[in-house]
């Protein structure tokens, strides 16, 4: 069970090898958690990733594969998930994501279909898997990694910022929809972080480290708050981003 | 049934069951309707006690009979009585509860489960001390046990967190008093150890006794206190009056941060300078005496939306120290905490999770926000830890189950009389799952 500071005992992760699950996995091994179920694509960075967690205090970890392509994987991921846990499940932090390379995929069907499965379809369907099952336990939180690039999305990104626009704002309603269940869910948006995934990337400002963000969802845990910014100057940076007239919006993304 | 969302009085973790308040009768049948079900009484355990996700919850308010009260001072009275009922009833014929918490609105099902203890441990043990009987609803029956019949259940129900079964009624033992005022000697002391000795070497000519320690205070007049201790005004021709109704109320929650480091620390200057240097012989009312905070109803809720944390542990004698260091480290670390309760304990009870052992305890209150707080906690558990002591789990929110198992380490007994009333494990609570005592 959760503790009186957000501090959980079970943890499945969705995405269990993204370098910001990963540093969150180590930090609550760190505090409370024991009993660890990493989900993803790869298995020996998720064998890696469960050794971390297991240095960090966990006692049981388990992986788990499933194609973040393939929308009929999540159920199943979910389902295995629960029953690897085989006890309430405190924490479901869904990390799956895809940034693509935007100019090769915009003119390619299949690429921008692939982009908005992995970065919406696919977790919102290991949602739907979720949902019930948080229900009956009547407790338990959901965390989902959206991203800042989908409060106003650019020209740049627009494949992938779109998708987490999409998925960020059906998030705002799920929440919505827990309420007096006893289960919460909490949205992160981190701004720029240095990761493999953006490895090449030019840095946008106040970039972070996975650390950083695995620092502030870990505080987030412990508040009400139904979104978690990190770093947090991004809630006041974007308040006056989305609301930038389009010229100068589009004259500041121009070269990224 | 309805599914309803459950608190412990801190606030701070609540889950949804299914909730019914059943009558004694009802009560078996609904122990075999249901995977997993858990009593509750009026929800003032601070923790996740009381609660349990997913599950079935009974809370004890239907079960509300009680008889009337035996020359000798003995009561049955149900679960779902509470001490105020017990006070407003027994106290104009002359009885008072033989233990009563800090606040009147607890159940005789959680003053049993959680084996409360009052300002006079030192002298009269806990609720525990003075059953002299109960019937327990278990899903392999219902059982009366006490002290000499079927021991081993009985003392696993004082103070088993409502693992063993649901209590559906109870015989007390009440304490004859002569008037409804207690007479009481107040001294304020400059620093922690200048208190403890204080205590150490006079609480026994008092009934009651406790002390209210300022925990944000550093260097000379670190651990600052303020002594209360008293007994029940001998005067035989009283009118004996029950306590009052609560006459503020705090309907909504404030916003967060109210109760931060700067008005606490302005709360407990306050209290310090009000509080005289000495007094004697002072006439208090039962409900000024013993449930000061009954006055201001929901006052948990000024501890915001996040809510607050009681730690609260008990240590062997020999260990003054570690009250002095807890202090030390609670100051030093900047957490804001309000006024600490300071008191002496006798011994405990024979029950596997019996809490109280001869020495010192100390409660603090402590509101969630600082990032630190969790840390400074578990670095608190290690030094109770090494100390000998424990945690109550009435109080508890965030021990781990390694550290519980270490300073309860009886634990297994109360699994194994549970077994034999309870062999599929029925019953269990968030705080059972939380401490890995049961997992499920
Ligand atoms: C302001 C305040 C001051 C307090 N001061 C003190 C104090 O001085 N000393 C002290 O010891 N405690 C103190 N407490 C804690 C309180 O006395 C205990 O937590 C008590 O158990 C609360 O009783 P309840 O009826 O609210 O039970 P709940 O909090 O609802 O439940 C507590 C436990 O009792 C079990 N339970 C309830 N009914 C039954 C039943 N019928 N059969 C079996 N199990 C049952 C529950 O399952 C749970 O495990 C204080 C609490 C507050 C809010």
Known sequence: MENAFGQPQTVVVLGGSSDIAREVTKK????????????????????????????????????????????TSAETAVAQSFAAVGAPVDLVIIAVGLLGEQMLDENDPAAAARMSIVNYAWPVTALAALRQRMIAQGSGRIVVISSVAGIRVRRGSYLYSGAKAGLDRLCEGLADSLIGTGVTLQ??????????????????????????????????????ARIIYSPSIMKWLFALLRHLPAPLWRKINEDR | MSREKLYGWGR???????????TAEEVSSLLGSSTHVLSRGLGRSYGDAAQLAGGLVLRNSAMTVMDTIDSDGTVWVDAGVTIDDLIRVGLPQGWFVPVTPGTRQVSVGGAIAADVHGKNHHVDGSFGHHVRSLVLATPSGTITCSPTDRAELFWATIGGMGLTGVVLRAQ?????????????????FTNLESVMHEMQSGDHRYRYSVAWVDCMTTGATMGRAILTRGDHADRSNDERQSPREAKIGVPFSAPSGLLNGLSIRAFNELWFRMAPKQRRGEEQSIGAFFHPLDGVRDWNRLYGRRGFVQYQFAVPDTASETVVDAIKLLAESRVPSFLAVLKRFGAGTPGPLSFPMPGWTLALDLPVGPAALPRVLDQLD?????????????????????????????????????RTVDPDTVITSDLARRLELIRK
């Open chain 1, 187 to 224: 949205i992160v948006r981190p701004g720029f972080v240095h990761t493999k995934m953006t490895a090449g990337l030019k840095p946008a400002p106040f970039s972070v480290d996975a650390e950083r963000v695995a620092k502030d969802i870990l505080r987030g845990l412990g508040t009400p």
């Open chain 2, 172 to 188: 007390l033992q009440l304490l004859a008093v002569t008037s409804d005022k207690v007479i009481v000697d107040t001294t304020r």
């Open chain 2, 382 to 418: 290690s030094l109770v830890l090494e100390a000998g002591g424990r945690v109550y789990l009435a109080k508890d929110a965030r021990l781990d189950p390694a550290t519980f198992r270490a300073m309860y380490p009886r634990f297994e007994e109360l699994l194994q009389i549970k």
């Open chain 1, 28 to 71: 609550l091994c760190g505090a409370r958690a024991r009993t660890v179920v990493l989900a993803g694509r790869n298995e020996s960075l998720l064998s890696e990733a469960a050794k971390e967690a297991s240095n960090a205090g966990a006692t049981a970890t388990h992986t788990i594969t499933f194609d973040a392509q393939d929308v």
């Open chain 2, 12 to 22: 701070t973790s609540p889950s949804v069951a299914e909730v019914l308040e059943p």
